[in-house]
């Protein structure tokens, strides 16, 4: 059973800097790639970032551009999001997930995700 455990969230102002991170065990190596994903009050949950774990290929959202990194060390089983420059509209529980298809589609195992919250 693959298991998916998140932690790193927390609170901070804007500007300021988070790393989450998604420690994977089970039977995730049958996964393509692996995404974080955020769901905000109200809205719909929504792929923040995405890596293969060959590493060869990522995915990010238009809004976390140039702010967001994402990568991953093999060695551990385990994913990093590296958050810069904050904004208070990236409030939102993040969750991490493994994909058997691509960054982008066939996502089906989920963490139970980790708060984060930007103020103003």
């Known amino acids: 059973q693959v298991q998916l455990v998140e932690s790193g969230g927390g609170w901070v102002q804007a500007g300021g800097s988070l790393r989450l991170s998604c420690a994977a065990s089970?039977?995730?190596?049958?996964?393509?790639?692996m995404g974080w994903f955020r769901q905000a009050p109200g809205k719909e949950r929504e792929l923040v970032a995405a890596?293969?774990?060959?590493?060869?290929?990522?995915y990010y959202a238009d809004s976390v551009k140039g702010r967001f990194t994402i990568s991953s060390d093999n060695a551990k089983n385990t994913v990093f999001l590296q958050m810069n420059s904050l904004k208070p509209e990236d409030t939102a529980v993040y969750y991490c997930?493994?994909?058997?298809?691509?960054?982008?589609?066939?996502?089906?195992?989920w963490g139970q995700g980790t708060q984060v919250t930007v103020s103003s």
């Open positions: 997930a493994a994909s058997l298809l691509s960054t982008t589609r066939g996502y089906v195992y």
């Open positions: 089970g039977g995730f190596r049958s996964s393509v790639a």
């Open positions: 890596i293969t774990w060959s590493g060869d290929n990522t």
